[in-house]
DNA sequence: AATGAATGAGCTTTCATTCAT
DNA sequence: AATGAATGAAAGCTCATTCAT
């Protein structure tokens, strides 16, 4: 290896002992101590690496939430038409998370040990999210809502996946999750005029 | 004031001093001494009134979604039909949160800062809404949608409230939230086939 | 019960709870909570009785004792010679503490946590034995050792009780240990010139 | 100084520090505080060199106790016979008093305050003695106890220097307490059929 | 670049004692 | 005489960060 090599790769075990300790037990017992002695390290090399505790922590959620924004675009990018393909988001999501144990913790805990990457990783969500939506409704896919009215439905769909995956864990799931939830997309909760 | 009455001002004290500091700067922050400190008592009475530091935070959660709920409940009761009603509650909920600004928080870093307190919360939360929808069903103002379904749209619809409450804030909000809230709920978000 | 019957009887059962702690788990658990719950009275009541905490743990050893001290007398005072009667006192000694077993604890303990007790105790035992054994070498019955010597005998002789029951505890105990205790005491440990 | 020389340096220097805080005022007024502060570094590095404040206290007795025991075994293994040589491990064990004041305290407290490390102490002084009092009877130096009544021998003999040292204090002793020493090992207490 | 000991502020909890009721 | 809440000092321990080697 060359020292560039070496570098890169402490740098590495450093955050995927962040990402291990923060997935099984939370950013509060993800300490330096901890993160240095999983990654092999003394506690000083850390700094040498990251600029402080919270700076690594908060690499942790975006650079995850990337790979699956990759994962649940490579599940979904050719599946037709618009409704069938946020149902495939949806199961995408799952799936990733089924493969992926520790990453719920890792993005709930968020909101509060890692804010500013908590913001981050929401905005890189909501953003191409309402694009694919406003597209979809410019192609008659999707009804007419106006625009901040997408905003809130993309919040309303993201807080959707969060709350489930919290109540019904991240293993395989209930068949009644998906049914229900492209049956409120589809034609909404409450009996038609 | 009597003797109780003193006794329970003090328990009182501490509590509000709890709900405060938890709800502008999180769990983390408050420490027994910053409590104590706000409540105006010395650090050795808060173990007079609760058993540990976890204990009052755990009561949190719970006293304050019952407040929560009541008020709901009486800003919504008289509303018909369920689908307003719905939007009734909606509508409530962040009225709620404009009143109490720091119940947001309270209630989400509860899930691990207080996670006994957190599930019994969602449970009281859930399984009334759960039994609202059903009965609303079986009066035909919801869609056929089975039991188990009814579960997973009351997860997404608290789901939604979080999120939307987590990204709009509390303050008062902006009619697309309530207009698309109202719309999805019924008559869905694809164009019919 | 006339109220100073009442007065007694609640000192009566402080001390009573503090003698059971202090034997079951030793004085640092003897708290002034811990004992006013025991007893069943509030905390403050304590103070009524005690001038302090120390005070009543002081009382503890002393009029245990003198307890014990009456034990072994009505046990040993018919034995003769003195030889046989020490080897009495000594299984009485032993006999007490199994049926005192907390006894030891308040003993032993009490040299740093109730230390002039203790000094008070050891005095109160040192003296009359230091008596006995003097009156028993001016019958004839034991050795002419010098008085200081003797004083250094009945040293000996407590030292030796404290580490057998240490050693050996204070269930029912084993017949070397008093057929050694009196052999020595009779013919010494080593071989005659 | 060497990094590892420095090391070494700050955990003697806690280790002196506790021992003498412990030999002068016992083992509850050896606060963490308290010992670094003698020490001369900072609380946290306590915790740099012991796991926890009851591990250095329970390495002191041990520790300390080896360094006694070599200390009477150089006074004592030339003297000969077996009567003479006890008393000079007799004697050797008062000299070692003498000029480690604190010791008394250490030990005897230990058993409380450090009672895996007093009983471990206690075990290393036990059997090494009854092997030499063994074989001395199988010399026929010391008379014919039964293995069982040596161990009781053992433990009066050590209970003799710790009452004896509790009660004479530290400083140079009186001669009486070694003729009486002497002569109840060689002769016994009382007078003879 | 790597090391790992030192730092010291901060945490929760315990407890003997006081005192107004 | 009895109560029991209030007090506040003191305890053991953790941990992010620094820095000399």
Redesign the interface.
Known sequence: MTRAERNEDVKRRLFDAARHIVGEL?Y?EASVARITEMAGVAQGTFYNHFANRQALLDSLLPTIGQEMAHFIQERSETVR???ER?VARFRAFFDYLGENAGFLRIL??A??AAPEAYRQH?DNMAAPFQRI?GRARDR????D??D??????V??L???????S???GSGPL?E??F???A??????????S
Do not use: C, T
């Not at 993201?158 to 489930?164: E, I, Q, V």
């Open positions: 939370g509060a038409p618009e409704s946020e709930n805990e909101e509060f929401m939506l008659g896919e999707v009804q809502y106006a901040p009215e997408l905003e809130v439905i919040h309303i993201m807080g959707a996946r969060s709350y489930l919290q109540h019904y209930d009644p999750i049914s229900a939830y049956r409120l997309l589809r034609g909404g909760l409450f009996a038609g």
